[in-house]
């Protein structure tokens, strides 16, 4: 399973960005897609991952209320919309294919990362 992400970029604190993680085939029919990041010299921490079936979303309690992540129905992209930032969402954002699952080993396919800064 291949994994492109996409919509990072610079953001002022309250803004909104959406990123987008297209995958090679149907990947998020069959497997649970998952957003982490990473900021420097952190380590990788969840955001949200749902469930392979479009449904039961999880999310940190970091982001609970501001992040949403959904799927498209054929189940090639998977979304995170971010509302509400703040400088401490400032990160490299990755998205993942794997087991409905909140720790990153438990994900197998991990695109690129894209980075998202938020200023104050």
């Known amino acids: 399973v291949q994994l492109q992400a996409s919509g990072g970029g610079l953001v002022q604190a309250g803004g909104s960005l959406k990123l987008s993680c297209a995958s090679s085939?149907?990947?998020?029919?069959?497997?649970?897609p998952g957003w982490f990041r990473q900021a420097p010299g952190e380590g990788r921490e969840f955001v949200a991952v749902l469930h392979w079936n479009g449904g039961s979303p999880i999310y940190a309690d970091s982001v609970k209320g501001r992040f949403t992540i959904s799927r498209d129905n054929a189940g090639n992209t998977v979304y995170l919309q971010m509302d509400s930032l703040k400088p401490e969402d400032t990160a490299t954002y990755y998205c993942a294919a794997g087991r409905y699952s909140t720790s990153p080993n438990n994900f197998g396919s991990w695109g690129q990362g894209t980075l998202v800064t938020v200023s104050s």
């Open positions: 085939g149907r990947a998020f029919s069959n497997y649970s």
